[in-house]
């Protein structure tokens, strides 16, 4: 398990740059996605919208970046966060169903990108099965991110399909720090991300498990006493949700999450994250997307790739 010295470093003192903006009342979003009907071969899609609830495709839905790196070359489960130093978007993916690597390109303006690398993040590990669906977090005091994502490990660390969150810290995705186990319940979980309100870190993880069936989204805190993440919250969504993504939205926190068995998007929200009421009515989402991340933008940027048709 990581530390309290190294957790508190890297998550109390994260200042992530989407719900900093949205505090704000910048009220515009983008929605970077996948679509699984090619299994995330033809790249990364992008939306935008302008009240983080109605997002339309930009370019018609026609990828914005195509893979070209990693073990199966796919590009899933795209998260991008903004580095406030630099003005680069940074944006880490899924390469393969099976393997060690994730997938690394940054953009300034979200249309054309550098050059792809494949991160070797679980290469210490050769038993590792699969590394699936990166995010990314800013650390502000120590100006650097912590990218985590879950892997599967052959050894004693449990049966196939029993994921574990992994991490590693960077501060220009060139060197990494070596990776560490993140986060075990004790139990399988994928699909963390991240969101601050206020002081306060909030981490949304999928509980994994199919035997009792759960395949739900909780959300547990990052403890600044302690250091470590406190007890999971009940589900917040019915089962078979995944890849949840949290934005600010007039004050509420706004989970949106993908229910991949029926094909389309929920939606919850919260002003306390113990009461929540669906908003699945009041979304609208590119048909065909899967697993993505929304972050706010300005309206300059918005302007910009609205422009894009």
Excluded at 115 to 144: C, E, H, K, S
Excluded at 284 to 301: C, F, K, L, S
Aim: aromatic content about 10%; glycine content about 8%; charged content about 25%.
């Amino acid at each position: 398990m990581l530390d309290r010295r190294d957790l508190c470093v890297a998550l109390a003192a994260t200042a992530v740059a989407g719900p900093a903006l949205a505090a704000r009342g910048d009220r515009c979003f983008a929605f970077t996605y996948f679509a699984n009907a090619d299994n995330g071969g033809a790249g990364m899609r992008l939306a935008i919208s302008d009240d983080g609830f109605t997002y339309r495709p930009v370019r018609g839905g026609v990828p914005m970046l195509v893979p070209q790196v990693g073990e199966n070359r796919l590009m899933r489960d795209p998260c991008v966060a903004l580095d406030p130093r630099t003005g680069l978007y940074h944006m880490v993916w899924t390469t393969s169903w099976t393997g060690r690597t994730i997938g690394h390109a940054s953009s300034r303006d979200l249309v054309t990108w550098s050059a792809q690398q494949a991160v070797p993040v679980m290469a210490a590990f050769p038993d590792t099965r699969n590394t699936w669906a990166p995010d990314i977090l800013y650390d502000a005091a120590r100006r650097r991110f912590t990218i985590v994502w879950a892997s599967t490990r052959g050894d004693g660390a449990g049966k196939e399909g029993d994921h574990r969150l992994y991490a590693t810290d960077t501060t220009d995705f060139r060197r990494f720090s070596p990776t560490r186990l993140f986060y075990d319940p004790g139990f399988s979980v994928i699909d963390a991300t991240f969101l601050n309100r206020g002081d306060r870190t909030i981490m949304f993880v999928k509980d994994e498990r199919k035997e009792p069936l759960r395949k739900v989204i909780q959300w547990c805190e990052l403890s600044p006493v302690t250091g470590r993440f406190g007890p999971l919250s009940p589900s917040i969504t019915p089962a078979w949700a995944e890849g949840p993504t949290a934005i600010e939205v007039d004050g509420e926190t706004v989970v949106f999450f993908d229910r991949y068995i029926d094909k389309k998007y929920g939606a919850i929200a919260s002003r306390d994250l113990v009461t929540w009421r669906d908003v699945s009515d009041r979304i609208v989402i590119p048909a065909g997307a899967n697993h993505g991340t929304i972050i706010p933008i300005d309206r300059v940027r918005h302007a910009a790739l609205a422009a894009l048709g």
